[in-house]
């Protein structure tokens, strides 16, 4: 199947700092990717849909100055989680469509730790 | 968001004894999908359900789709230790959104 790599896996940061979260398709074009949220022991919640060369659609309630996706490529979405707080600790996973397929592929997703 | 409620929200079995969990939608849905989440792992695609009434199955695993395209249902016939996760619905609305997921826990 397709792959999608996410980068870092772990991060740990000061509060009131910034952190940014790549994900890449590595064998397939994504002109869309979407971010998730997952706390423990909950399910993924959709935060924003990543479009390539177009600004993201994020979901209600999501700070979008927050939380910045910037898409710049047809293999690279970034997230940036700015001025992160400790409730910003979370597990943030990309995912992309390839092909027609309809099949969602993950990043291994990006554990989030704000001190 | 579009609302996507998944029952039971845990599950318990003794190994060789059947699973099913439930999924509804608020509203019609183009398509479900069923994915499956091991801890500390991210979901891994089960199928694609498209059509109205719509049943798959997959060796132990059968996949419904409700007349109503609203709901969907996933059974799993003898579960074994190796079925252990969380197994989770999402609704396409152009957009992907999870359900609440059904965790399942297998004892030997």
């Not at chain 2, 609704?91 to 609440?100: D, R």
């Amino acid at each position: 199947g397709a792959v999608v790599s996410q980068h870092p896996s772990r991060v740990i940061c000061k509060s009131g700092t910034s952190v940014k979260i790549e994900c890449r398709s590595l064998d397939f074009q994504a002109t869309t990717m979407f971010w998730y949220r997952q706390f423990p022991k909950q399910s993924l919640m959709l935060m924003a849909t990543s479009n390539e060369g177009s600004k993201a659609t994020y979901e209600q309630g999501v700070e979008k100055d927050k939380f910045l996706i910037n898409h710049a490529s047809l293999t690279l979405s970034t997230l940036t989680v700015t001025s992160a707080h400790p409730e910003d600790s979370s597990f943030y996973i990309c995912s992309a469509n390839a092909g027609n397929t309809g099949e969602l592929f993950f990043g291994e997703g990006s554990r989030l730790t704000v001190l | 968001g579009q609302q996507v409620m998944q029952i039971p929200q845990y599950q318990h079995v003794q190994e060789g004894e059947d699973f099913t969990t439930y999924c509804n939608s608020s509203t019609t849905l183009s398509n479900i999908q069923w994915y499956k989440q091991r801890p500390g792992g991210h979901p891994v695609f089960l199928i694609q359900l498209v059509k109205s009434g719509e049943v798959k199955k997959q060796k132990r695993l059968t996949f419904q789709f409700g007349e109503a395209k609203k709901n969907s249902s996933l059974h799993i016939t003898a579960t074994q230790t190796t079925d252990v996760g969380t197994y989770f619905c999402v609704g396409n609305f152009n957009k992907f959104y999870f359900g609440s997921g059904t965790k399942l826990n297998v004892k030997p």
